[in-house]
């Protein structure tokens, strides 16, 4: 049973449905994780496919949110339902931007958008099973597209926006932070380039040094692969300028991904990611457990008795259980 004693597939039903507190519970089950957040994401699952993600990522106070919140306006005057999943950061440092972002995001933000900030209570293991399985709940109750915004520091961040069907980079001028980017890790996932608080000094430099990076070719080999090179855009997201190009790029590289196949690659990118972070866990999880085991006793001793070495000892473990 979850914490609101409804039973799932009904908690289910009325999300299907459109209500908005159902769907607001079952993303809680989602973040606690366990075996209720397996069964609602594998509900979800099954309904899950149509949504476009997007992943809006970038350095810490860049304007992701600001920006986010002028697409989520855009997209549903063109009547699309966005949701938007704002993968916090564990820092405590950070920590006192949710509630800016999500006030910022709500008030621009109707009946026909879904904001939820996530946090990773610390444990990276959670955020990785946690995201794929609330993109799959908004896809599955009809929000498309979904945006995912990451703070682009850690490689779990990198991660999530590097499985966005489209992904979305958010660059600021000064202080060579597209050399940030660059070292981040960020302009090899990016698809899009957002130059965000173009009325700053230093905007035309920050375009310069992305098209030298992309004309020395920091960016993986797609761009030769499929002759797709990521656009620059210059925005200003307080007063909303370069908005809207932004939401035409993104519709643009949509395109791209259907017409070249490339969409159906970063779906299973997506899936195969998902399934080697859970065997990761499933895995990392149960090694206590097994040491406990006839089996983990026994190699345990021989690795006492100086018969074989712990590693030695780990894979015959290992072994006996994948072929059990
Ligand atoms: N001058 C200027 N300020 C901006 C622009 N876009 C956003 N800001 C401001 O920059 C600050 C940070 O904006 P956010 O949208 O919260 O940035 P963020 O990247 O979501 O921040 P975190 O989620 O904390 O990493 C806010 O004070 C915004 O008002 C812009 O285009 N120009
Ligand atoms: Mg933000």
Redo the contacts with the bound molecule.
Sequence with gaps: MNSSQEPIPQLFKSALSGERRSLGKLLTIIERGGETADTVAGLAHQKAGSAHVVGVT?A????????TGRLIDLFSKTGYKTAVLAVDPSSPL?GG?IL??RI?MDDLAGEDCFIRSMATRGHSGGLALAVPAAIQIFDAVGYNPVII?T?GVGQVEVDVAGTADTTVV?VTPGMGDAVQANKAGLLEVADIFVV?????PGANDARRDLELMLDLGHVSGLEEKTGYRPPIIM????EGTGSEETLKAIKGHAEHLKKSGSIKIRQKQRILMEIQNRIEILIGSNAKEVLETDLGIANIEAVLNRVISPAEAAKLIVNSILND
């Design positions: 970038g810490p106070g860049s304007g992701k949110s600001t920006l950070t931007a800016g972002d910022r915004e703070v958010v965000n608080k173009a009325d700053r925005a200003n997201s307080l």
